[in-house]
């Protein structure tokens, strides 16, 4: 079955513990991209991804880092959570950034991410 | 900068009563044009898009919407709403222009409640 899969699906931790929420398609997708969710406010972009080797900042990067080694993989990375970072993550992937057809990106089920 | 505007965050419809969300964007170019529904504790999932082939779209679950350009909107309309529609609804543009980023710029999100 084609998806895009997260984990953890819900975290608590303290401010300043290093966590990583993981992301992974198995549609060999191009493009990935790490939004989050906030009431009032819809999804805004953190980091997106092109290919491999090659992100950039979204809209909202600060505090957070990912990284594309691999094709299917796209991690986020928080090297000192704080509260302001308590969100609904999602990781989205599509073919590619561009093309005629529109591109639908294709979302995981969310990581709800709690700091203390 | 291109944003999109979803009018009422809440919209509260009777069972077999139509369904309409409204979605207006900015853009001097028509870009493309997603709605998107998410269901309690899940990921969003692709109900429509707008890739200029044709201005009246149809979509999963009976949903439908109508790009006009000259409103700028792509309204969501289902003729009749069933208990299972109640949702977030996430209205969501793509620059078609071939320097853009892949980004998904997303309205703030309307919750659909169907009373029976």
């Known amino acids: 079955e084609a998806q895009v899969t997260q984990n953890p699906r819900y975290l608590i931790t303290v401010t300043g513990k290093k966590l990583t929420v993981t992301c992974s398609q198995n549609m060999n997708h191009e493009y990935m991209s790490w939004y989050r969710q906030d009431p009032g406010l819809g999804l805004r972009q953190i980091y997106y991804s092109m290919n491999v080797e090659v992100t950039d900042k979204g809209d909202v990067p600060e505090g957070y880092k990912v990284s594309r080694k691999e094709k299917r993989n796209f991690p986020l990375i928080l090297e000192s959570p704080s509260p302001n970072q308590t969100s609904l993550y999602f990781c989205?992937?599509?073919?590619?950034?561009?093309?005629?057809?529109?591109?639908?990106?294709?979302f995981g089920p969310g990581t709800r991410l709690t700091v203390l | 900068a291109q944003s999109v505007t979803q009018l009422g965050s809440h919209v509260s419809v009777s069972e077999g009563a139509l369904v309409l969300l409204r979605c207006n964007y900015s853009?001097?170019?028509?870009?493309?044009l997603f709605w998107y529904v998410q269901y309690p504790n899940q990921g969003l999932q692709l109900l429509l898009k707008?890739?200029?082939?044709?201005?009246l779209v149809k979509g999963i679950n009976g949903f439908e919407a109508e790009f006009k350009k000259s409103e700028t909107s792509f309204h969501l309309t289902k003729p009749s709403a069933h208990m299972s529609d109640a949702a977030e609804y996430f209205c969501?543009?793509?620059?078609?222009?071939?320097?853009?980023?892949?980004?998904?710029?997303f309205g703030q999100g309307t919750t659909l409640q169907v009373k029976p």
């Open positions: 853009s001097s170019v028509p870009p493309y």
């Open positions: 989205a992937s599509s073919l590619s950034s561009s093309g005629s057809n529109g591109n639908e990106q294709f």
């Open positions: 969501a543009v793509r620059p078609s222009f071939s320097s853009n980023t892949g980004k998904l710029i």
């Open positions: 707008y890739t200029s082939a044709a201005t």
